[in-house]
């Protein structure tokens, strides 16, 4: 933490890990606080950005101790090797409807749903059990995959959101003196004001 404190560096994108009052690291801890304090000691905090620095080298610090990388369940393998059973049996009484070809395999496969393979609706039935199994597993990776994305969107939004607002502050771009209070006021007054056009002047067209 020494050594990065004195060349501190751009804040990074990474998204530090939650912990929980059993997880924490609590020796870890009271050694960052008394690193920091010392710091801080020589190195006041003069910005956001810098407290935002001191803060992250904190967090990234404890990471490398408490951290435990959770261990894969092996869900998506396991539904995977499922989809691909489903497709060769598919595969196998499909072929042995349309052109009576693997007879023992499409055979075995309709065994398993306690159907006979010289029954056309059996077979058929077959087909349309084993096309539902395998939709629903291609549902269960496509709701995985559409979540992980929702999460990648939402943390890159929090990391920019951040970001912008801090070199916003950092650039001074905003200068509230500056800022007619009037305008404002009238501007935000009209926001939801539906403007109203003036009535036409009705005209006599009766003639005399």
Known sequence: MTSRM???TVLRDKRNQRYTEHSINKEA??????IIKEYLIDHPVNDMTHLAIIYQTAQDCHDIVAYKPPKATGWRDIIKEKLNDLTAALTSVLRW???KEEFEEAKRFMGKYNRRIDNEEHVEEVIQRIEEAKTREEMKLN????KRRLFNANRMFELFTGRFFRNLEQKHQVDE?????GMLIDYW???WTKATEPRPASKDTRQS
């Open 143 to 146: 709701a995985s995959d559409f």
């Open 6 to 8: 004195e060349n501190p």
């Open 189 to 191: 007054s009209q926001m």
């Open 177 to 181: 003196s500056q800022i007619n209070s």
């Open 29 to 34: 801890v009271s050694m960052l606080n008394v």
């Open 97 to 99: 409807r349309n052109d």
